[in-house]
């Protein structure tokens, strides 16, 4: 059976939607729904009522500021792809839609043909495979929850493993310590802000002298620096964290 990737576009401009949904579409291997309410696609991406692989989000919408939904369905689901289209191309604008989460932000009018190669970049990166990661010598195993660096072979918490994880699938993007708490602990909750900076510094150790560094961004929270982009080499069965 084929299969087919869920793209949700969030826009109220009927007429470029409408083209863009016919444009992808086409080849068949895509799937769009359009919402032109925002508060409405929210609600649907929260409740998992709509099978969603990449999120195109326009900015100048009515009822709710597209950077708002941006910045709540970051909280909720960092590992979701979401590339913004939008009129607005000013550099604060890209540099604000980026930092709130977006994964790309192509500025309107576009090509067609480089929106689809864009949100096929966007599905190649979340297709990944989450056994195996390589940084430099350094070998993550998510499966098996460990670390085999420099310095040894070091067993990963279960905590260890989710946090390694949402890092490992946003390389290079800046990670709210908000989203960190709902990605890791979940509901429950952690007591204390602090206890991030106490799993950040034992992911430090074990990773040893890998080729990345789990970076501090002073005032909005963690982003791991690959000097090249981690490759995914197999996934071994188990459980994954």
Request: proline fraction near 4%; charge should be neutral; charged fraction near 25%.
């Amino acid at each position: 059976m084929q299969k087919f990737y869920h793209i949700l576009l969030v826009d109220d401009d009927a007429a470029s939607s409408e083209a863009a949904k016919y444009f992808l579409e086409t080849p068949g291997d895509m799937r769009v729904c359009v919402e032109r309410d925002p508060r409405r696609a929210l609600e649907q991406l929260q409740l998992q009522s709509r099978p969603c692989d990449c999120l195109l989000l326009d900015i100048n919408m009515p009822g709710m500021n597209g950077y708002e939904l941006l910045r709540q369905l970051r909280r909720s689901d960092p590992r979701l792809q979401i590339l913004v289209v939008s009129v607005r191309g000013e550099e604060r604008d890209v540099i604000q839609g980026l930092t709130l989460g977006a994964d790309d932000y192509l500025i309107k009018p576009f090509s067609l043909r480089e929106l689809r190669a864009r949100i096929e970049a966007r599905l190649r990166r979340s297709a990944n495979p989450s056994g195996t990661y390589h940084l430099g010598l350094t070998r993550i195993h998510l499966d098996r929850l460990c670390v085999e660096s420099d310095n040894g072979i070091h067993e990963l918490t279960h905590r260890e493993g989710r946090f390694l994880k949402l890092l490992l699938e946003n390389a290079g993007r800046v990670l709210a310590r908000e989203q960190i708490q709902d990605y890791v602990w979940g509901i429950e909750g952690c007591d204390n802000l602090r206890t991030i900076d106490n799993l950040v510094t034992s992911l430090r150790k074990k990773l040893g002298s890998s080729a990345a560094s789990l970076e501090s961004v002073r005032g909005l929270g963690y982003c791991l620096v690959l000097e090249q982009e981690a490759s995914p080499t197999s996934t071994l069965g188990g459980a994954h964290p």
